[in-house]
């Protein structure tokens, strides 16, 4: 059985450690692949570019997105409306994870698709508790889409 991962698109490095901490804290283990903008995780989903590149025989998706806004390249809003037009893509779960207030980000995310959004919390503990929430629903408790 192949190991189930989940896809972190995320630019800034200390939340980028501040997730892989709070992962590990709720124990889960599931492999996190890291995209830096918004090109590196397209090229990861679609196998395109070197930019996380998987083997071209690995047609497993991710089995959950967590997909910051603000990303260089090519924004939050841009990657998942990508991903929600591909049919090789568009049932993995996405979740939100911003630090943005803007309600227009929040409208516009749930416009194209997104399965939940959530703002990060400053303080580390809530931001792990968040984490193990968020794992144990999409990991745990929700039933995955089935494969296309």
């Given at each position: 059985?192949?190991?189930?991962?989940?896809?972190?698109?995320?630019?800034?490095?200390?939340?980028?450690?501040?997730?892989?901490?709070?992962?590990l804290?709720?124990g889960?283990?599931?492999?996190?692949?890291?995209?830096e903008?918004?090109?590196?995780?397209?090229?990861y989903?679609?196998?395109?570019?070197?930019?996380?590149?998987r083997d071209?025989?690995?047609?497993?998706?991710?089995?959950?997105?967590?997909?910051?806004?603000?990303?260089?390249?090519?924004?939050g809003?841009e990657?998942l409306?990508?991903i929600?037009?591909?049919?090789r893509?568009r049932?993995?779960?996405v979740?939100?994870?911003?630090?943005?207030?803007?309600?227009q980000d929040?409208?516009?995310?749930?416009?194209?698709?997104t399965?939940?959004y959530?703002?990060?919390?400053?303080?580390?503990h809530?931001?792990?508790?968040?984490?193990?929430?968020?794992?144990?629903?999409w990991?745990?408790?929700n039933e995955?889409?089935?494969r296309p």
């Open positions: 059985m192949r190991e189930k991962v989940i896809l972190l698109v995320e630019d800034n490095p200390s939340d980028i450690g501040l997730t892989q901490r709070a992962f804290k709720a889960i283990r599931n492999k996190l692949v890291v995209a903008d918004g090109q590196e995780a397209l090229d989903l679609f196998l395109t570019g070197a930019s996380h590149q071209a025989n690995d047609s497993d998706n991710p089995i959950l997105i967590l997909l910051d806004l603000k990303l260089p390249r090519v924004d809003l990657v409306r990508l929600r037009a591909d049919s893509t049932r993995i779960p979740v939100i994870l911003t630090s943005s207030n803007e309600e929040l409208a516009s995310s749930y416009d194209l698709g399965n939940s959530i703002r990060k919390p400053v303080d580390f809530q931001f792990a508790e968040v984490i193990k929430q968020l794992g144990m629903y990991l745990v408790i995955a889409p089935p």
